[in-house]
Each structure stands twice: as structure tokens, then as C-alpha cells.
């Protein structure tokens, strides 16, 4: 089979329009003497707040992180889960918890004019949530409902298989509990593990909205200046440098199709290469009108979806290439991902296209600070990794400035064919020989 005997010719878009200038919003900062630090960006287009509370929470037990993220709003000694739903329906709002291998997250978002009566609720769960044993039992049984549901998926196994591939002994590796150990835990565990990792040390608050930053940062320090705890948060080590080796094939017999994921180097945002890298990324799979995406979904019509994208963690940095693909095509769409990686290492991108991918990057900048949810987020976002909102501006400025050289010669370091850690999940005895023809294949268990 010929796999680039024909090539469609890209499709001409439409002239691409002047770059808008990115306008910062206000904002404030305060560090209260408890080490939680409170930033506030007013954000004036609708009258509500979003919060979001960033804590450190890596090197976790998993099965007690998860559960504890379950079941933090589930009560406290003087409130009812019930009772603290009902209060904040009262100012509109809502409040969740989420769990990723760096922190715990408490998001929520309610009228400007109820934010005290958040903070307050905030604080009654950070400083008495008491996990009672009812609740526990339910949401204990819902976790592993869901991690068993989860295991018959495919996009889950072969996740679960990358992120041993790429991390290896790293606390990284392994980011979904096993179900015995989530039947294990208990409320007292849960209690204890609030007591030692649920604390202000380290935790940044993040507020946007219609709000007034001193008047808000006032009412912060008020609500949370009496949240205290003696833990500490475990340092992280570095994630350790992707190690390129054998194709690593997880077999699952009788899939139609299967499920590939391509890994490479990638750079934290403050590295001088981060730019350069975000386009180069763009330039070969990182938006519908991308090189990867025009080979193997418009012009082949090996996928419907591929995408590739940059992940950062507290740790360390990967670029994820990932596309599910009919069974017979598995080892043709790796050729072609192959090609495109090499291509773009070594041939400069035309002056039209790192423009399109340009504008493209500077427009998703504009898209993501152009709601409340989406600001709140990226501050967030940023604060956890030690920047501010001003990096945005100076991001912005650093993409302006890349040229197809630097496309090239980031994409030469980073994303070479030969840098990248390569897994696949699907049927081996029907496609094996055709994988073990573009390079050594190792199998894989399922876990």
C-alpha cells in the first residue's frame, strides 16, 4: 500500500486579520500570614466571581486523594452536606474539588455580592469538612464504579500505559487508584489526610470577577486568615527524561481499532524554547488545520480526530500525540506521524503557515482570558507554577517574535522521530508484524 502517492493540496484559507493587542485586567496580590496567597483580578462584564483554590497534593495515597476530593463538601461539625448546597444556592453559587498528581483544586463560582458568604463556606470545609462514615460508604462506591468503568475504556488503558512508558518509577506513573485500595479507606484515614495536606502553606487563591481587589482581598484575609495546619507539601521530584526504546504494544484482542499515543520532549513555559515549541506543535498537529491532521484525517482518512498537545506539570514537561485508528491502518497512520515529526525537523515551515499557526496560538491567548471561568483558570494555572498574569503579555511577545529557523531548530531538539516514546493498544495478532516493520516492538500488559 502507497501511503503518500497523492497529496491534496492544502486548503487556502481566508486572509488572516490584524492581531488585537492583549489588554491585562487589574489585579491585586496579598500573602496572608498564614502562607495562603490571594490574588484578585477584577474582571467587571458580569456581576459574579469565580473561585479557585490551588493547594500542592503530590505524592499522595491515590485511593485516599481521590476519595478525599469526593467527599470534602460532604460535610462538617456544624453543617450538612445538604445545608452547605443550600447556602451557597442562596448567592448563586456552587463549590467542587478536583485531584491531579500537583494539587488539590476547589473551584466554585456564585454572585459578586455573596463572595463573603463563599469565603465563609470555603473556610467552614477547609478548616471542619469531617467526611462522615454515610457519605464516605457512597461516594467510596461510586469512585470504583467508576475506575472500573473506566478500565474497560480504551482511551483509559492506553493513558494509563503511556504514563508508565514515559515516568516510569515516578509518582507520575501511576494517577489512577486501585480499586481494593479505595474499598480500603475509611473516614478516619480521610480525616487524617485533611489534617496533614489540607492546609494554607504554599495554596494560592485565585478570585475574578466583578469585584473590587481591595474590598475582596480584605474579605480573603477575614474568611481564611484563621485556616492553619501543621503539614507540609512533598516535594516533587523531576519527572525523568523520556527514554526513546521499543514501540510498546498493549493488546487488547478483538479491537476494531486501535489506540496510539506518540510521546516527546517538551519545555516548562519559562524556558526560552517554550514559543518556538507551541508553534512547532501547532505547525504539526496541534490545530484542525495542521500538517498531522491534513495527512492522516483529510487526505488519507486513516482518523477522525488526531490531536497533539503540550502538558505541563509541576515536575516537568511531554508533548502527547495521540489518534485512534481502524485496525488495518495502524502501522500506515505511525508512518505517516513519523514522516510529519521528521519533516518538520528538518524542513523549514513555510512563511503562510508559521503565520496561520502564529495567529492561531495569539488567538486561543485572547479566547482564554475572555471569560471569567477561563481567566480564573489560566491564573490559576499560572500561579501554580510560580507566574503571573503578566506572562501572558510577555508569551505574547515571544511568539510575535519566532521565525521558521526557530521552528525548525526547536522542533530539531524536541520532536525528532527519534526522541519519541511510542505506545500502542490494540489487537496484536493483527498488527504486530506491520508495527514490528517501523520498529521494535515490546508487548505490553494491560493494567
Known amino acids: 500500500m502507497s501511503t503518500r502517492s497523492v497529496t491534496t493540496p492544502r486548503r487556502q484559507l481566508p486572509p488572516l486579520g490584524p492581531t488585537r493587542r492583549l489588554k491585562l485586567p487589574r489585579q491585586a496580590e496579598r500573602t496572608l500570614a498564614n502562607g495562603l496567597t490571594v490574588i484578585v483580578v477584577r474582571r ?6 469565580e473561585l479557585r483554590l490551588w493547594m500542592p497534593f503530590g505524592r499522595v495515597n491515590l485511593a485516599r486523594g481521590h476519595l478525599l476530593t469526593q ?12 445545608q452547605i448546597a443550600a447556602e451557597l444556592q442562596k448567592i448563586g453559587g456552587g463549590l467542587s474539588a478536583g485531584l491531579d498528581p500537583d494539587r488539590l483544586m476547589i473551584s466554585g463560582a456564585g454572585l459578586a455580592t455573596g463572595l463573603d458568604r463563599m469565603l465563609e463556606l470555603l473556610a467552614e470545609v477547609l478548616t471542619g469538612a469531617n467526611y462522615p462514615a454515610g457519605w464516605v460508604g457512597v461516594e467510596r462506591d461510586r469512585l470504583v464504579d467508576g475506575i472500573q468503568v473506566a478500565r474497560s475504556q480504551p482511551g483509559h488503558l492506553v493513558r494509563t500505559a503511556l504514563l508508565r512508558r514515559i515516568f516510569g518509577r515516578h509518582p507520575y506513573a501511576v494517577q489512577t487508584p ?8 475509611r473516614p478516619a484515614a480521610l480525616r487524617s489526610l485533611h489534617a496533614q495536606r489540607v492546609h494554607p502553606a504554599g495554596a494560592v487563591l485565585v478570585l475574578v470577577g466583578d469585584l473590587r481587589p481591595e474590598r475582596a482581598l480584605d ?14 507539601p512533598a516535594d516533587m521530584p523531576p519527572a525523568p527524561p523520556l527514554e526513546p526504546g521499543p514501540l510498546w504494544l498493549v493488546d487488547r484482542p478483538g479491537s476494531v481499532q486501535s489506540s496510539m499515543r506518540v510521546a516527546l520532549p517538551a519545555v516548562p513555559r519559562t524556558h526560552p524554547d517554550h514559543a518556538a515549541l507551541q508553534l512547532a506543535n501547532l505547525v504539526f498537529g496541534g490545530y484542525f488545520s495542521s500538517r498531522w491532521v491534513e495527512n492522516i484525517r483529510e487526505d488519507k482518512g486513516y482518523t477522525y480526530g488526531p490531536h497533539s498537545l503540550i502538558e ?22 505511525l508512518l505517516e506521524t513519523t514522516y510529519e515529526l521528521g519533516r518538520l525537523a528538518t524542513v523549514p515551515p513555510g512563511v503562510d503557515e508559521l503565520e496561520q499557526a502564529r495567529q492561531y496560538a495569539l488567538g486561543t491567548l485572547q479566547l482564554g482570558i475572555s471569560t471569567q471561568a477561563g481567566l480564573a483558570s489560566l491564573v490559576s494555572a499560572y500561579a501554580g507554577n510560580g507566574l503571573r498574569l503578566d506572562f501572558l503579555a510577555e508569551h505574547a511577545a515571544r511568539l510575535a517574535k519566532v521565525g521558521v529557523d526557530d521552528v525548525t531548530e526547536v522542533a530539531a531538539r524536541h520532536l525528532a522521530p527519534s526522541r519519541a516514546v511510542t505506545v500502542v493498544l490494540g489487537d496484536a495478532e493483527r498488527i504486530s508484524a506491520s508495527l514490528a516493520t517501523l520498529a521494535p516492538v515490546e508487548t505490553a500488559p494491560v493494567q
Do not use: C, F, I
Open 44 to 49: 467587571p462584564a458580569v456581576p459574579l466571581v
Open 312 to 333: 505541563h506539570s509541576v515536575a516537568g514537561s511531554v508533548l502527547v500525540a495521540a489518534a485512534d485508528v481502524a485496525t488495518e491502518v495502524t502501522a500506515p497512520a
Open 219 to 232: 474579605a480573603a484575609e477575614k474568611a481564611l486568615g484563621g485556616w492553619h495546619g501543621d503539614g507540609h
Open 178 to 185: 486501585d480499586p481494593e485500595q479505595v474499598r480500603a479507606v
Open 71 to 82: 467527599t470534602l463538601l460532604s460535610g462538617t461539625e456544624t453543617m450538612s452536606s445538604v
